[in-house]
């Protein structure tokens, strides 16, 4: 009854207030609109907005942030159904069908689901939050230490690794540069520069905004180019034809599983919704029976996929507020909302800013619930972006992820890093390597290392600490387990090439 | 030699030259940290070191499979034909590569010789702005007269070279011509809905960003670029 009334205390807080319904308006429709455009984000939007935020209150600042997690999650669903362009990491699997069947014509059908699952998904992870919120919490305040979060970091990384590159090896090398790439700047424990190469910008980290946008919107741009150049590029066949209620119910077994696995994925902080939807894809190509037709445009793989990215937003909350940790980038901005309020997420906020607490969690809630009604008007008029020759859409992705780079931190700089990324990403992916994997490795990898030092700090160098904190000693095992299938796979299972005519050298 | 090829071989051993690098300038900042007994360095040359192990695993399973894909499932869903598309182009040849690695160098030259022959002349600025736009005149001519041999080298290297110029001609000169560009080389040549297409989205991102975001974008250093620039935000805002 408590998590009851003080949501409605938290609704009746949002709904009084006309400030903070103009800007739960704003947020639910800009959410939208940034995941769904090609060639910007959520993150752009957030990016540009965060420097405005100091002028609101914390309650409102937050509360932006989050309902732009919910409706942005969703949004760039669109993108990677309509362009195969992921808004953001978390709907990198949703492209894998979503893109398919857009070129069979099914976009409008994929596009739907991916509306209905995203709020069910989200909906019925802000239930369990608000329901379990105190007792998760507790837990996790006094069951995460940094051990277990590295070995979180871990794990999370070795099953990222065996998904999503052409060989598990090309999936490694993928998140191996993400992580070297976060090695740049200033190590976290000493502050000892790292591959500055003397240039003043390096001492800062390359920030993960530019590089995002250069691997995923930029690099699709430079492989649609090339399509175009050699007469392969095929514009995307338009087709709105919502699923039935027959086809969501049939699939009703995904959104539990989903649900399940997006809420545990998404309270782990650090990982959140990327591995959410990626787990959500994977144990639903595992347990079907016609494991061959996923990527090639089953409508399961989209339901599950943005089932549990959704579900993971409301859990990833859990994290940010209870441990000050990120779950992902968005969550990494909030981060910066707290800081520019004088204040710090943790533990302490759940005491001293329960209000802020529950006006947040009731926006989301209405947030995921708005999905339904504004997501279907919104997607009919989106899909007609897809009758855009590719050769004027192009000019307007790059000159929007130009601004969202450059918003960031104002520099130019930034701008070239993005556009470099988006060189880089064009020749690794053509190569067979993931730019999902890089993004990761990129995020992780700071949260990674400086896990890593306190945990060997906190067990004073020694390795035997982590036999005996469980919960660490798990993930790793699981995470050794994961690798040590995927190294088996590798050399065992591979399915020997076709016969070629080129001669070996 | 099993199944390698030399493209095999050469990717191999960038790698192992890239781990070889890194590994070498991480003594830059091997240094101890008195409270951390691992260092500054521990974690990237762990990262190398299974970056080393992950390319010598990736090039014994081209020597057993060559070109096979993984057996998982979702590896293969992420093939977006862009390698396919690759092939198909005959844009894995040794000229292709060097024509657009030739053509990618134009935005690093912009970026550093100005200054290096600014330097050596002792030059102040009005002389390095004067010679940042005869180099930048003389790198779009270059760029035009290479971009119609080798159309994907130069979509790659358009924005590079955007971005490179932002700084001293800033976005709102700029970005009317690298509409038209990028329009160009996406094989669209009629000129009226090249026009009107750039107005349109330039009006948009003006209206939006501009006018009502109020993003700060830049104006760019030289003249008639700055003027261009400013006038453009005081008519806007």
């Known amino acids: 009854m408590d998590a009851f009334s003080n949501f409605l205390t938290g609704t009746i807080t949002l709904f009084s207030d006309p400030l903070g319904i103009a800007i739960f308006i704003g947020g639910v429709l800009g959410g939208m609109l940034f995941g769904a455009i090609p060639g910007v984000s959520m993150l752009t939007l957030a990016a540009i907005l965060l420097p405005f935020t100091a002028h609101l209150s914390a309650e409102h600042g937050i509360m932006l942030f989050s309902v732009i997690y919910c409706t942005g999650v969703y949004g760039g669903a669109i993108t990677a159904i309509l362009f195969n362009i992921p808004g953001a990491p978390e709907n990198a699997p949703t492209a894998f069908d979503g893109y398919p069947m857009t070129q069979k014509g099914q976009a409008g059908k994929a596009v739907g689901a991916a509306v209905m699952c995203s709020a069910i998904g989200g909906t019925v992870s802000c239930i369990i939050m608000m329901l379990a919120t105190a007792a998760i919490a507790d837990w996790a305040i006094s069951a995460f230490g940094p051990p277990e979060i590295f070995a979180l970091v871990f794990f999370g990384l070795a099953v990222a690794a065996s998904v999503g590159a052409k060989t598990f090896w090309k999936g490694w090398l993928s998140i191996l540069i993400g992580l070297m790439v976060a090695v740049v700047g200033l190590d976290p424990v000493g502050g000892i520069a790292r591959y500055d190469f003397e240039m003043p910008y390096l001492l800062a980290g390359i920030h993960f905004i530019p590089t995002i946008l250069g691997f995923f919107a930029v690099s699709e741009i430079f492989v649609q180019a090339e399509k175009k150049a050699t007469g392969a590029f095929v514009a995307p066949k338009i087709g709105v034809e919502f699923p039935s209620l027959k086809e969501l119910l049939a699939h009703k077994v995904a959104v539990v599983r989903s649900i399940f696995i997006g809420f545990f994925c998404g309270i782990l902080p650090g990982i959140g919704a990327t591995l959410a939807a990626f787990m959500g894809y994977n144990e639903a190509v595992r347990w079907s029976k016609k494991p061959e037709e996923f990527g090639k445009g089953k409508l399961e793989g989209v339901i599950s996929s943005e089932t549990a990215n959704n579900a993971a937003t409301g859990a990833a909350m859990i994290p940010l507020l209870a441990l000050g940790l990120p779950g992902g980038a968005l969550t990494a901005m909030m981060v910066g909302v707290f800081q520019m309020h004088d204040m710090e997420p943790g533990p302490l906020v759940f005491i001293n800013s329960a209000d802020l607490v529950w006006v947040v969690f009731a926006a989301m809630f209405f947030a995921n619930l708005s999905i339904i009604f504004i997501g279907f008007l919104e997607t009919k008029t989106i899909i007609n972006l897809l009758r855009i020759p590719f050769q004027f859409l192009a000019p307007m992705i790059l000159l929007l992820a130009t601004v969202g780079a450059y918003a960031v931190r104002g520099l130019t700089i930034d701008v070239v890093v993005m556009f470099l990324a988006g060189v880089i990403g064009f020749f690794l992916r053509r190569s067979g390597y993931s730019v999902a994997g890089i993004v990761l490795g990129l995020i992780l990898g700071k949260i990674g290392e400086q896990t890593f030092a306190q945990a060997m700090q906190m067990l004073h160098f020694e390795w035997s600490g982590f036999f005996h904190r469980p919960i660490a000693l798990g993930l790793l095992v699981i995470g050794f387990a994961t690798l040590a299938g995927s190294i088996y796979g590798a050399f065992f299972k591979t399915k020997p090439p076709p016969p070629t005519s080129e001669t070996p050298a | ?237």
């Open chain 2, 1 to 237: 030699m099993g199944n390698l090829r030399t493209g095999h071989l050469v990717e191999g051993a960038l790698w192992l030259t890239l781990c070889l690098f890194l590994y070498h300038y991480s003594f830059e900042f091997d240094r101890s940290i008195e409270i951390y007994k691992f260092g500054a360095s521990a974690w990237p040359r762990t990262i190398i070191l299974l970056m080393a192990i992950a390319a010598i695993g990736q090039l014994l399973h081209h020597w057993k499979y060559g070109d096979a894909t993984s057996s998982n499932l979702i590896s293969a869903a992420m093939d977006d034909g862009s390698e396919e598309a690759a092939h198909e182009a005959h844009h894995e040849s040794l000229r292709w590569y060097l024509s657009t690695f030739a053509l990618l160098c134009i935005p690093f030259v912009y970026m550093r010789v100005p200054d290096w022959i600014a330097g050596w002349m002792n030059a102040g600025s009005t002389t390095l702005h004067i010679l940042r736009l005869v180099i930048a005149a003389i790198l779009i001519g270059v760029f035009i007269s290479q971009a119609r041999r080798n159309m994907v080298g130069a979509i790659l290297t358009l924005p590079l070279f955007f971005a490179a110029l932002l700084e001293d001609m800033g976005f709102y000169s700029l970005a009317p011509f690298f509409i038209l560009g990028v329009m160009y080389l996406f094989h669209e040549s009629r000129p009226k809905p090249m026009i009107a297409i750039m107005a349109l989205i330039y009006g948009l991102l003006m209206l939006l960003f501009v006018k009502v975001l109020f993003v700060g974008l830049p104006v760019g250093n030289i003249h008639p670029f700055y003027d261009i620039g400013s006038w453009v935000v005081t008519v806007l805002q």
